[in-house]
């Protein structure tokens, strides 16, 4: 585009000549632009391995029967356990962040 610079003036205006004063300036448009920046990362996840087992917590039980004669009987309680551990393994994963670009064109 175009600037001109104008000025007001009184003059005669027989045999008068103006050179007008003008400035050529680029015109720029510009916007921003996202682009995807990906790549691959090395990440550790925990694989949790857990044992279901059963505990048994046995005792004689002293009843009164017979009157203290014969076998007592054995009573046993079962106490559920669960034992869990981590295994730690390595795995791949992509990771994505956007850049920002400023892109300007030229028009004139």
Not at 40 to 45: A, G, L, V
Not at 63 to 89: E, F, H, L, T, W
Request: one cysteine or more.
């Amino acid at each position: 585009y175009q600037v001109q610079r104008c000025f007001t003036g009184k003059d005669r205006v027989c045999d008068t000549t103006y050179k007008v004063d003008t400035t050529t300036k680029d015109d720029y448009q510009c916007c921003n632009v996202e682009t995807p920046n990906c790549y691959m990362e090395e990440k550790t996840i925990n694989d949790v391995t857990c044992t279901n087992t059963v505990e048994f917590n046995c005792r004689r039980d002293k009843s009164a029967k017979n009157d203290g004669y014969g076998q007592s009987d054995v009573v046993c309680d079962r106490i559920p356990k669960q034992d869990c551990y981590n295994i730690p393994r390595k795995i791949q994963v992509e990771v994505c962040k956007t850049d920002i670009h400023r892109y300007c064109e030229k028009f004139s």
